[in-house]
């Protein structure tokens, strides 16, 4: 069933934060994210849920060591130390210059789909827009090779302008033709960049149990 937020919150709270642990004040979000190897115990987490008026918890996970699963947390994404805030920017759809409409209840759906996440990302440099589309999707496709039987994808793209439907029509097809799964949640959002001659793909899916 879909997560159904309720809508004056949306507009009155940010979509997602990152936290460090303290013991002052947490600005508010609907996403509270936070680093696993800060050393949160349950009960600090579950100061900070109360604190920032948190609908879900997310733990960002750059190292190897398995962590205990707490059930205050609605999932875990795995990454590299260089990419937590790629994630965040991910996840932060209400600041989305898109004509995709998602927004933060579907970023929600898309935990429901598991609890051990991962991040990817890919991306194409050159002067003909769909080419660097193309590339870059050819690469992303390669990243969710193990992603065939995910039960939820939110895929992000990030050019210098906005991209035509066309392109989203491409991008979604191909990525959808990889998974198996027929019962799939594909998400997709744009943002835009000021870096010139470059496009990017970035992902989060969720991985098998």
Known sequence: ???QLDESKVDDIPCVALYRPNKGHYS???IACFMINDGWNEQALLELKDKAEADILI???TDDHKYERLDIIEGIVRCQPDEVNDIIALLDVKSASTIIGIDVADVISLFECGYSFQFVQASATG?????MIKTATYK???????ARNTKGVLIGTQ????????????????????LSNDNAFTYLSSSMTDEPNCFRLKAIYAEEK
């Open 140 to 146: 992303m496709i390669g990243l969710l090779t193990n």
């Open 28 to 30: 508010p979000s609907v």
């Open 1 to 3: 069933m879909k997560y």
């Open 159 to 178: 050019s210098v302008q906005s991209l035509p439907l066309e392109a989203f029509a491409y991008i979604s097809d191909a990525i959808e033709g990889l």
């Open 127 to 131: 002067e003909h827009e769909f080419d």
């Open 59 to 61: 733990g960002l996970q």
